[in-house]
């Protein structure tokens, strides 16, 4: 069968449009135009939304020139009035347009190459070839698209034999017509996607976001409603903050630093006082504690297995003939402490019963910890650590 005529190339202003359903697919669930306006999934920009015939198209797939419209129900054959959901394709627009005045600008500025794109529901994405890029040139970047887009540059679509001297920042590997989308004297790339009419209409251009990835760096922007949405979100956020903190917006970053630096203090100081306190908790614990029959002294504990634990059961079994075991329910686990003198390897312990329990454990003879899979097995555990 034919391939579909692909309004969009020609026109991305289309959006309202009649057609013929000429084939379909999956009951009726699948359906194939002779000509549409709906732009499938391709080069990093989603599909469009909208409906055919009254009823909502909920995915548009690129088979092989064929265009699929996956439908919510059943469509029959013949002429029909479709539409394409606006908001959704001039949102696109502007992020596909914004992409490649970005890479452009990229290349221009600093000889850095784009090597994928990808366009989210919030945010869209470009790696480029560049270990790291300084703040300075980020800013620069984004200032330089901001020139470019008050200057109002027309966008281009031309169609050009790909065998000629093209000019294209990206060279394309696909033979034959070209569809090129052009910014005068800035860029020009082969390019399948829905474009705006003039860089005016991309809107602000903002750099939210650098990461490291593949030894490259990826970036993440937002054009046009999308970056007045998230400035206004971003504004509601340091409003707030700046409101709970009683200071200017511009003093909020200094005064959270120096919060930030009180707050770890203060928890090592409280790391150091639980520390003491447990230990303190285990001599008493072991002064208070009278010998076995076997002259040992021995303590059992429940209770999460954390540092002041471990430093409970260490203060206790440093005094002689000392056993010390913690019990933690949630998860299943237990740890053992015991003195040189007491006779017990408290590693070799906890392994034989973790092990027959279907738990894993071990440790050295002073300390040992081991966890198991279930409520009963931990009680078998320890039965037998206590025997």
């Not at 703040?135 to 200032?143: L, S």
């Not at 030894?215 to 956020?237: I, K, M, P, S, Y």
């Not at 050295?364 to 966890?371: D, E, F, I, K, M």
Request: glycine letters at 8%.
């Amino acid at each position: 069968m034919a391939e579909t005529k692909r309004l969009y190339y020609d026109d991305c202003y289309l959006h309202d449009f009649r057609a013929t359903v000429i084939d379909l697919a999956d009951d009726g669930r699948r359906a194939y135009l002779d000509h549409t306006a709906f732009y499938p999934t391709s080069g990093g920009q989603p599909f469009d939304l909208g409906t055919l015939g009254g009823i909502a198209v909920r995915d548009v797939i690129d088979e092989d020139g064929r265009i699929a419209h996956v439908l919510e129900k059943p469509i029959a054959a013949g002429e029909i009035e479709a539409q394409v959901d606006w908001t959704r394709r001039f949102d696109h627009m502007q992020q596909h347009t914004g992409q490649h005045l970005l890479s452009a600008v990229l290349v221009d500025l600093y000889n850095i190459t784009t090597l994928s794109f990808h366009m989210g529901a919030v945010t869209s994405t470009i790696e480029v070839d560049a270990q790291a890029l300084e703040t300075k040139k980020i800013e620069r970047v984004e200032e330089r698209c901001a020139e470019v887009i008050a200057e109002a540059r027309p966008v281009v679509i031309s169609y050009e034999d790909s065998s000629a001297d093209l000019g294209l920042r990206k060279e394309s590997k696909r033979t034959g017509t070209l569809r090129i989308v052009s910014i005068p004297g800035l860029d020009r790339s082969a390019c399948g996607g829905t474009h705006v009419r003039s860089t005016a209409e991309i809107g602000p251009l903002q750099i939210r976001k650098l990461e490291k990835i593949r030894g490259n760096v990826r970036l993440e922007f937002v054009c046009g409603l999308r970056a007045v949405r998230r400035v206004r979100e971003d504004f509601r956020t340091l409003s707030e903050i700046s409101r709970l903190l009683s200071v200017p917006f511009e003093e909020t970053a200094a005064l959270i630093a120096a919060q930030i630096e009180k707050t770890k203090g203060l928890e090592k100081t409280a790391q150091k006082l639980g520390s003491e306190l447990a230990q303190r908790e285990g001599r008493e614990l072991y002064a208070a504690s009278a010998a076995d029959a076997s002259g040992i002294r021995r303590a059992t504990q429940t209770g999460p297995i954390d540092e002041a634990m471990r430093a409970r059961a260490q203060a206790f079994v440093a005094g002689s003939k000392a056993v010390f075991l913690a019990v933690c329910e949630n998860p299943p686990s237990v740890l053992l402490a015991a003195s040189a003198d007491s006779g017990i390897h408290a590693g070799d312990r906890v392994k034989a019963a973790v092990t027959a329990a279907g738990g894993r454990g071990g440790g050295n003879p002073a300390l040992a910890q081991g966890s198991v899979p279930t409520a009963d097995a931990l009680r078998s555990v320890v039965e037998a650590i206590s025997k």
